[in-house]
């Protein structure tokens, strides 16, 4: 899954693909290199980010989704606003990617009137401007696993069907890098608890920083070494930045018969 931020405050490319042409530009540049879908979403997510209204945010993206929808790829928008759901599913998205859950009065119900809609559904406590005074757990694991059932559940309960949602553990959202460390190393036992594929986010994160010592521009290596790991762990989706060096590596895992897909294995993909 390849990121298209159409924003100007990103923590990851600092308003690089703020501009319509740009953020297209950018899409075609990602189908070029690999992507098997783009995410593209026009609300800043990282720790302290305002707010956009939902007029602002459907003006960022409903041109660069307009193209989008084009270039013969899957298309996410990223967003937790019931208005851009719409618009956007209504231009023929095929996939909404909610940090929130669907926690937003009427977005669960904008999903549920497209039938074919595909649905990401993320961990997060509280706001983005907010949520990391909220990283505290007993058992992280557990508790993340917890809510996306209850997500999942709320879901299923308006008729959006098991096989169109993809659970993500949040990583960096309201989280230390000791709960994010945590949930890669047991990411199997969130997956079977689930009972569902999982999407999984590293690209560029803040904890993979505090590994390396490296600044958000120079996370390239260990945003692909983190997407490795998680599909090693089973994730069926990563989503990246950088799409060419990761296509990369999954390719030379592949290859070695390390994740599914390559020439020398004989697993499917778990589901």
């Not at 209504?90 to 809609?117: C, F, K, Q, Y």
């Not at 230390?176 to 890669?184: E, I, R, S, V």
């Not at 990563?238 to 590596?249: C, G, L, Q, S």
Request: charged share 20%; glycine share 10%; net charge negative.
């Amino acid at each position: 899954m390849g990121i298209v931020n159409v924003t100007p405050d990103s923590f990851s490319d600092g308003g690089r693909f703020a501009a319509t042409d740009d953020a297209i530009a950018h899409c075609e540049a990602l189908r070029a290199e690999g992507a098997d879908l783009l995410d593209i979403g026009g609300e800043s997510t990282r720790p302290g980010a305002a707010t956009p209204s939902p007029a602002e945010e459907l003006a960022r993206v409903e041109p660069v989704l307009r193209h989008a929808v084009g270039l013969g790829l899957p298309v996410s928008v990223d967003t937790s606003e019931p208005v851009v759901i719409r618009r956007a599913l209504e231009l023929g998205v095929d996939i909404v990617n909610d940090v929130r859950a669907l926690r937003r009065p009427g977005a669960l119900s904008a999903v549920a009137d497209h039938p074919t809609a595909g649905l990401c559904l993320m961990h997060m406590r509280g706001e983005p401007g907010s949520m990391q005074a909220q990283a505290e757990y007993q058992d992280v694991v557990g508790e993340v696993a917890g809510f996306l059932r209850a997500r999942m559940a709320a879901a299923l309960a308006l008729g959006i069907a098991a096989e169109r949602i993809l659970p993500d553990p949040g990583i960096g959202f309201a989280k230390t890098p000791a709960h994010n460390l945590a949930l890669l190393a047991r990411q199997r036992e969130l997956h079977a608890a689930l009972g569902r594929p999982l999407l999984v986010g590293w690209s560029r994160k803040s904890t993979l920083g505090v590994v390396t010592g490296r600044p958000v521009g120079e996370r390239q290596v260990a945003s692909v070494a983190a997407a490795l790991a998680a599909l090693q762990q089973g994730a069926a989706v990563v989503r990246v930045h950088d799409v060419a060096p990761t296509v990369d590596a999954i390719k030379v895992w592949q290859a070695a018969g390390l994740l599914p897909g390559g020439a020398n294995d004989t697993r499917t993909m778990d589901s």
